[in-house]
């Protein structure tokens, strides 16, 4: 029986950088982006708050680039502040890297499931997706799932009741399956 399972965001995750104004490393993005235009050239930032002073903070998503290589639906998107683009930009590793910050996917995250029916199974085939490359530790969401602790599942692990192609062991930000035998 082949079940399916998402990790879903909640939220914008909270970004670690250090604050300008006081020693926060925590930054909460604001989902609003400032524009500006001189002559053909664009500048775009993605406004962050402090978690502590409120100081805003701004990210850099493009840098002096010229209105036309920009596609129009980018553009109108950037203009509406979409919250979906806020949240594409923020995991877009070449923002990351750019503006040297890091995200915490700390409580802003959940795990949907197929339900509790289940969980009676002996055998489970379950696919886990991971719809925002989350980092999450699969021992616990397989804790979550069938409502076992990590301990237990690390256990059936070892003995080779819990099996996937994916390393189980540390963290995942991508889909995997997995083959729970009871």
């Not at 982006?33 to 001189?38: G, H, K, S, T, Y």
């Not at 989350?134 to 397989?142: A, D, E, N, W």
């Amino acid at each position: 029986m082949l079940i399916n399972w998402a990790v879903v965001p909640t939220c914008l995750p909270i970004i670690r950088r250090r604050c300008h104004g006081c020693a926060s490393q925590r930054l909460r993005a604001s989902g609003k982006f400032r524009v500006n235009a001189n002559h053909k050239l664009i500048d775009t930032w993605l406004l962050a708050l402090c978690t502590e002073c409120g100081e805003t903070a701004k990210l850099t998503v493009l840098e002096r680039m010229t209105v036309r290589t920009i596609p129009p639906e980018m553009l109108d998107r950037l203009h509406a502040n979409d919250p979906g683009l806020a949240a594409e930009l923020l995991q877009d590793p070449d923002v990351q890297h750019r503006n040297r910050f890091t995200l915490d996917w700390t409580d802003a995250w959940r795990l949907d499931t197929a339900g509790s029916d289940h969980l009676d199974c002996d055998v489970l085939d379950v696919a886990v997706r991971n719809a925002a490359r989350i980092p999450v530790r699969p021992t616990r969401l397989i804790a979550d799932g069938c409502g076992l602790s990590r301990g237990e599942v690390s256990r059936l692990i070892t003995e080779g009741k819990v099996v996937s192609a994916a390393r189980l062991s540390g963290k995942l930000s991508g889909d995997f399956t997995f083959t729970l035998k009871r």
